[in-house]
């Protein structure tokens, strides 16, 4: 089979060649077809401008020039940047580089001929360009008009050596290249065959022809992934027996009586989702995903409550031993003065309390524990284990929540949580082999926050609006991307350390009589544990940390989160960590400070603090090649969960025959055609 023959067998791929690809996880011809062009990277060389003809009305253009100049300066706040001048035969424009950009551009050659898209206003003496993006480009490029594709590189590699074969690939290919979609659905659904898919994602005939290529691709991937989730349930089934529990009885009733607040209309949804699941005799396997503060823990509060009134037992797992405490106390607030036994199980405990713990469990005189990974190991052993419960759910594999499940006799019901929102159609391909319960907005109680951003110039205003909270009574959290001062960093060189913000804070506050105190993952639980207890009893006033307190820190009388460097930080991050002061009833407020003031994460993150907004966001800022994150292995290669599972394509065959004998088979590409629809695609 050609396709899996070694790039070596065409034309000029040699030992070093072949080696280069090898970076760019190229290895057989059939690599080097499904290593598809940069995300939007197409040159339309009929739609290249001159620098005489780009207008300066501060909108994104594309044009063709050649390095003449590289320098570097400081602007009027002292904030350093990259300037590349570069020339066409009609004038001259400067390029901008500011921030990681710099290196890029510093690295330019003068004569090197360049495609330039970015932002183009007028300047002192030429034209202005912001928001830069280049790719170097061969000298005798642009000489053919037509689309032709930019690829990534590495080492010596040239566009010209992938394009020159990725053609010679293509060659082959239109002999016998087989198709991956039953023929059924690509007839269905009119999309391209995969031969003229591939041609016109490499080399298009027209944007319409490329449009049309890109959904043809994105809808197999995502039609094979769900085809593989369906699979890998299908293969993993649990064939014991389901654990059927009753309808609501006294104990969830006094539990949902018994609460400071009413349910929303989104929580009690999810509950009945999450009650009528329990009650069926086959298994539950369901994601709860609500945005951070959206009142997740009640409603498995609930769930446990249901397991133990039938006369059972629940656990909840989470990642750290943090938020199995925060979990343990509030779990214990709302179950404890009914009579439930709750027990916490950590890594750090004792051995004599471990001991103990396990032998009231193994015997059934505890109902439900709050445990990390440690409930995992092999000597913890229930007595009628009917609910698990895992909270950050993408912390732990799938391997780590069956073998939770694995400890009950019978298949346990399993509810896993998540605080990272993702679009629902996105959610029915990640989590196919599980059922969605989506709740969405908040608590009445819980008010948005206020997200602003600052620069470093404006600390003075950041400082004063800190004051006057802690003056009020109120608590801050400052968070930085370092623990200890790098200066052998260059990303991270112009970021304060924790022990640097805490002695510059301590420094600025001294006359006010605060106190402040550091939070970082280097200190033992113990450690961290004592200082988050100081925190919550407002001991301490002002919490500098790092992100370790992105989950499990809840203290409701804190109100001002900086977060230093914010530009460092993922959208997800940023969020979870804005998180932390919408516990309370008081007005709240997120502060970015930033040296980087045209930062998409940071311009997201000031729009909205609806996390299902920023999500949808994040994969525009991101785009489809980091979509799948941690199911795709890189934007270009086939999804993982496929690889795995090679029968996948045999099973989408099998899968599509029978879902058209159900019926179903129209529904089933309703949603995919709509997955391939959304705008992120």
């Known amino acids: 089979m050609w396709w899996k023959e070694p790039v070596t067998t ?45 207008d300066v009305d501060n909108s994104k253009q594309i044009f063709k020039a050649t390095v003449y100049q590289v320098k570097n300066g400081y602007g009027a706040s002292r904030r350093s940047y990259t300037s590349v001048t570069v020339r066409d035969e009609t004038g001259y424009a400067t390029l901008y580089f500011f921030g990681g950009q710099r290196y890029k551009a510093q690295k330019l050659k003068p004569d090197t001929m360049l495609q330039i898209t970015g932002r183009v206003r007028q300047g002192r003496t030429t034209k202005s360009v912001s928001e830069v993006d280049v790719q170097p480009l061969e000298q005798d490029e642009g000489k053919t008009p037509g689309i032709v594709p930019v690829y990534a590189l590495s080492g010596n590699l040239t566009q010209k050596n992938l394009r020159t074969w990725v053609s010679e690939a293509l060659r082959l290919a239109a002999k016998d290249l087989p198709e991956s979609l039953p023929a059924k659905v690509v007839s269905q659904c009119n999309l391209p065959d995969r031969y003229t898919a591939l041609k016109n994602i490499h080399f298009p005939e027209s944007w319409e022809a490329l449009r049309r290529a890109k959904q043809r691709f994105v809808f197999e991937e995502l039609f094979l992934l769900q085809c593989g989730l369906l ?82 037992q629940g656990c909840i797992m989470v990642p750290t031993e943090i938020l199995a405490a925060q979990h343990f106390e509030t779990l214990e607030q709302y179950l404890q003065p009914y009579g439930v036994r709750i027990a916490l199980l950590t890594g750090g405990m004792r051995a004599k ?80 082999d599980l059922d969605i319960s989506v709740m969405k907005g908040r608590p009445p109680q819980r008010k948005p926050v206020r997200t602003l951003c600052y620069t470093d110039e404006r600390r003075r205003e950041v400082y004063a609006g800190l004051v006057r909270q802690v003056q009020a009574g109120r608590q801050a959290y400052v968070i930085c991307p370092l623990i200890e001062e790098n200066t052998n960093s260059e990303l991270m060189k112009d970021c304060l350390s924790v022990m640097e913000t805490k002695d510059h804070y301590d420094r600025l506050l001294h006359n006010f ?101 920023l999500s949808k966001l994040d994969l525009q800022i991101r785009k489809t090649g980091d979509i799948l994150g941690t199911i795709q292995s890189g934007s270009n290669r086939y999804i993982e969960l496929i690889q795995n599972y090679p029968n996948s394509y045999k099973y989408a065959e099998k899968l599509t025959e029978e879902l058209d004998k159900r019926g179903e088979l129209d529904q089933f590409l309703k949603t995919m055609d709509e997955i391939k629809g959304t705008e992120v695609f």
Request: with cysteine; proline share 3%.
């Open 231 to 312: 699979y890998y349930r299908q293969q993993s089934h649990d064939n014991r027996e389901g654990i059927k529990h009753a309808a609501d009885g006294a104990l969830v009733k006094d539990v949902m009586q018994g609460l400071p607040f009413e349910l929303t209309a989104a929580q009690q949804q999810a509950w009945r989702e999450i009650s009528l699941d329990m009650q069926d005799k086959k298994p539950m396997h369901r994601i709860l995903q609500g945005d951070v503060g959206s009142g997740k823990t009640v409603i498995s509060a609930l769930a446990l409550a249901k397991a133990v009134e039938n006369g059972y």
């Open 513 to 613: 009589g605060f106190r402040s105190e550091v939070l970082t993952g280097k200190m033992s639980e113990k450690e961290m544990l004592a200082v988050l207890d100081d925190f919550k009893n407002n001991k301490i006033q002002i919490l500098i940390s790092t992100t370790v307190v992105e989950v499990g820190v809840n203290n409701p009388n804190a109100t001002v989160i900086v977060i230093q460097n914010a530009e460092r930080f993922g959208l997800s991050s940023l969020h979870q960590l804005r998180g932390r002061v919408r516990r309370g009833s008081y007005e709240p407020y997120c502060i970015l400070q930033s040296k980087d003031t045209n930062n998409e994460r940071i311009d997201a993150m000031c729009q909205t603090d609806n996390g299902f907004e």
């Open 353 to 432: 309390a471990r001991r103990e713990l396990l032998l009231n469990l193994e015997l059934g005189l505890v109902d439900m524990v709050v445990g990390t990974h440690a409930l995992l190991e092999e000597d913890v052993r229930f007595a009628n284990l009917s609910l698990t419960v895992t909270d950050e759910q993408h912390r732990f594999g799938v391997e780590q929540r069956a073998r939770l499940s694995n400890k009950s006799a019978n298949a346990p019901d399993v509810l896993v949580m998540t605080a990272t929102p993702i679009p629902r159609t996105l959610a029915l391909t990640v989590y196919g």
């Open 10 to 54: 065409l034309k000029g791929v040699g030992v070093k060649k072949a080696a280069e690809l090898a970076a760019l996880n190229i290895f057989s011809v059939g690599d080097l077809l499904e290593f598809y062009p940069r995300q939007g990277a197409y040159l339309d060389y009929a739609k290249l401008k001159t620098i005489k003809e780009l």
